[in-house]
């Protein structure tokens, strides 16, 4: 069975569901029938919980829902992540994180760059640039938090910039 026809059969499930809840709280408030009622209401229940929970899993491995994970996750990590790293985290196949960060790539969303042997993508949106205040004469650094106009070393401008 594909996915959409996984996904109907859940659908399918929820309304049965539902159905039988409606049925089992008419029984409910008949007189004489709460225990069938009761029943009834406790499969209905069960059934839409199931169908939840699976239409909840499938969302998660839909192409959206995996890139919707992975782009989560680059947001806490400074725009950037590895294959390893985001299985790890989502708990997802390697295979379909992969071919998200394909798709993401195509789109020219996230960017693939080589360190010492290791592919990390790199989500240029989410990247925080971080700034230093540089002085352009003696290359002295500055945390930016600090108010400095001229360098304390040799007196020349200080220039913010990307680090
Ligand atoms: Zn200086």
Redesign the pocket.
């Known amino acids: 069975m594909n996915q959409g026809c996984l996904k109907a059969v859940a659908i399918a499930l929820m309304l049965l569901g539902v159905l039988l809840a409606l049925v089992g709280l008419v029984f409910l408030l008949a007189p004489g029938r709460a225990v069938k009622g009761i029943i009834l209401l406790g499969i209905g229940g069960a059934l839409i919980g199931f169908a939840a929970s699976r239409l909840r899993v499938m969302a998660q491995l839909s192409p959206a829902g995996v890139e919707q994970q992975l782009t989560a996750m680059a947001t806490g990590a400074n725009g950037e992540l590895t294959v390893t790293s985001a299985a790890g985290v989502t708990h997802l196949d390697e295979a379909l994180i992969r071919a998200a960060l394909d798709r993401l790539m195509q789109q020219g969303m996230v960017k693939l760059e080589h360190r010492e042997g290791v592919e990390y993508y790199l989500f240029p949106g989410l990247h925080e640039t971080k700034m230093v205040k540089k002085?352009p004469?003696?290359?002295?650094e500055y945390p930016v938090s600090q108010h400095l106009r001229t360098?304390p070393?040799?007196?020349?401008n200080i220039e913010v910039r990307p680090e």
Do not use: E, K, P, W
């Not at 004469?137 to 002295?140: E, H, I, S, T, V």
């Not at 070393?153 to 020349?156: A, L, M, N, P, Y």
């Open positions: 002085c004469y003696c290359g002295n360098c070393s040799c007196g020349g």
